[in-house]
């Protein structure tokens, strides 16, 4: 996998919102995104429900080794992580922020893999919330696809206002994902970052622990 498909999938949303929040589950298109596909899903939820796959790629099936269509995202985490992952997605599908998190995955076996996690909102559609996100490896341990992960532990958590020009404290991924955008950022406040627990929360993110 390549370490930048989450700054190109960044870039192609980025795109495709242009001036608005986050763009429509109609305007994401397969072409685009052929050589990524994938590592890509999408998450639907219904009202209050909790968020479920509404689509996910071949290679994070394989990771995780089953199907996911239809499971509850937050059943892939450790009992610790689950309302944080929770409030994470909903956060993004609502206030349209884009998470980027980094993640220990750990298999059947006890194997352990660092991989990341890339979740960019759409828009709102009546009484439903999407979001398109991307999961990779960092590095691709041999086993990988044939030793399920059969749990996520969170490591670190950055969380973005598209729309600020520079945003304090964000790792170099987001450099590259601001710099592969055809569409500038407009300027919005500035997002201040903390360290809790194992989190790093951004002030006006909603998100605490």
Known sequence: MRHDATSELFGYWNRLRGTRAAPER???????????????FILQASGTSEP???????????IYGREL??????????TRDKNTISRLVKNSMTSKSVV??????????????????LLLPLASEANEQHLMGM?????????????????????SVSIIDPRNQVVPGIDPIHARMEAAASVPLPSSRTIVSRKVGHLRVFDGGKITE
């Open 69 to 78: 269509k239809g499971l509850s995202f937050a059943s892939l985490w450790h």
């Open 52 to 62: 479920r796959f509404r689509l996910a790629g071949t290679r994070i099936c394989s």
């Open 100 to 117: 980027q998190l980094n993640y220990e995955g750990r298999s059947a076996r006890g194997r352990k893999v660092l991989l990341k996690l």
């Open 26 to 40: 109609k305007e994401i298109t397969p072409a685009p995104m052929r050589s990524y596909l994938a590592d890509t």
């Open 135 to 155: 999961i990779t490896a960092i590095g691709r341990p041999f086993w990988l696809e044939s030793d399920a992960i059969v749990e996520n532990r969170i490591q």
